[in-house]
């Protein structure tokens, strides 16, 4: 039981995380002027939509409740901080993109670190993959379509 709880705590911790995504994807629709960047948004946010519905229905599953009162990682939340401040900033959305690729990486980990949890249902594991190869695909696709150049 108490691996179970452990996962619920987990899972709830991703479900904040995508949240927080979501939300901010929302806000960076309106702060942004370039359309492929608005389709990137807003496509990403539906995506986290998504997500959530999907990590509620197995926190669920486990008999567990989902609390959003649950604290997203501190990596994050500075990340999240730090986006949101970009978007005062009108005309910076190299920086915004850069923000959203190292939210990104550090949320590709949290779900890493959870898949490689001892105990973890096979149909939360295959949830956890799907999400995290989305996550992967959109970090991917900002390299592929050089909306930044990285070295």
């Known amino acids: 039981m108490k691996n179970n709880s ?29 359309d492929e960047l608005i389709y990137f948004f807003k496509e990403n946010s539906a995506k986290r939509k998504t997500f959530i519905d999907a990590l509620k229905s197995e926190i669920l599953k486990l008999d567990g409740d989902y609390n959003t009162g649950v604290r997203a990682p ?28 190292a939210t990104q ?18 149909s939360v594991c295959k949830l956890l993959m799907i999400q995290r190869d989305v996550i992967q695909n959109a970090k991917d696709a900002i390299d592929r379509h050089d909306l930044i150049t990285f070295n």
């Open 6 to 34: 452990n996962i619920l705590l987990n899972l709830n911790s991703l479900l904040v995380m995508n949240y927080e995504a979501e939300k901010v994807y929302v806000e960076l629709v309106d702060n942004v002027d370039d």
């Open 105 to 122: 990486t550090v949320t590709i980990e949290k779900y890493n670190d959870l898949l490689r949890m001892l105990g973890l249902p096979l």
């Open 74 to 101: 501190s990596e994050l939340y500075h990340s999240w901080l730090r986006i949101r401040k970009l978007m005062i900033k009108p005309g910076n959305d190299e920086g915004l993109i850069r923000e959203i690729r």
